[in-house]
């Protein structure tokens, strides 16, 4: 399995070899679909708390008599019958929506994307990636440069969440170069999940050799 690799400046610099287990796989909508839900049920943070009949304050006295008067019976003015009463079935902040998720799905979800991704031209290669200085002009000049290549053509004008670049190690002129936009986002390649592959449009592997390495190694 080959594809093209790239220099900086958005020119060919030849082919280079993937593994078929990491981008040669069919589609699983429903085991992707699966991890992903999971992992977005993992971040919910729960804020919405309601008070049941026994948290709100007051109703320690019965209202009225249970007969005789003609009304309904009521025992507590707490209830979640009455105005100010307790909240039936509401939304506790205590409850767990942990799901858990082995590694290997994981890895054979963010697989699954990443070959999804690569039969649609949405994965590209870069021999290396490097600014000067770590200004967004330097940052901009890239952009502007990778946008030679046919996949990424405009894509300093697009949207957000539009470009990934996965590095080897960290950089801190990439970091704080790219760090003004809002639709691209630099980071380490051990550290992506299908998560992040599926909210980028387009993932950029940077010194592909190195990269590529950490992301084999999910599956062992």
Do not use: C
């Not at 981008?23 to 999971?38: C, E, K, R, T, Y």
Request: positive net charge; glycine residues 10%.
């Amino acid at each position: 399995m080959k594809a093209k690799i790239y220099n900086q400046t958005g020119q060919s610099k030849g082919e280079i070899d993937l593994p078929e287990q990491i981008f040669g796989l069919p589609w699983n909508a429903d085991m992707v679909h699966q991890v992903i839900s999971s992992l977005r049920t993992n971040m919910r943070k729960p804020v919405a708390h309601t008070k049941t009949r026994g948290d709100v304050r007051g109703g320690g006295k019965k209202p009225w008599q249970q007969k005789g008067t003609g009304r309904a019976r009521h025992g507590s003015i707490r209830s979640p019958l009455w105005v100010g009463g307790g909240v039936t079935h509401g939304p506790r902040n205590e409850k767990n929506f942990a799901r858990t998720v082995s590694k290997k799905m994981k890895a054979k979800a963010l697989f699954t994307i990443l070959s999804k991704k690569f039969k649609d031209g949405e994965v590209v290669f870069l021999d290396e990636l490097a600014l000067k200085a770590p200004k967004t002009k330097e940052a901009l000049v890239t952009l502007n440069n990778l946008g030679q290549i046919d996949t990424l053509k405009g894509i300093s004008k697009k949207p957000k969440n539009a470009l990934l670049f996965a590095v080897d190690k960290k950089d801190g002129n990439l970091d704080r170069g790219f760090s003004n936009f809002g639709n691209v986002e630099v980071d380490e390649s051990r550290n992506l999940s299908p998560l992040a592959a599926a909210t980028y449009r387009y993932i950029v592997f940077v010194n592909p050799d190195a990269s590529l390495k950490p992301l084999a190694e999910k599956m062992k």
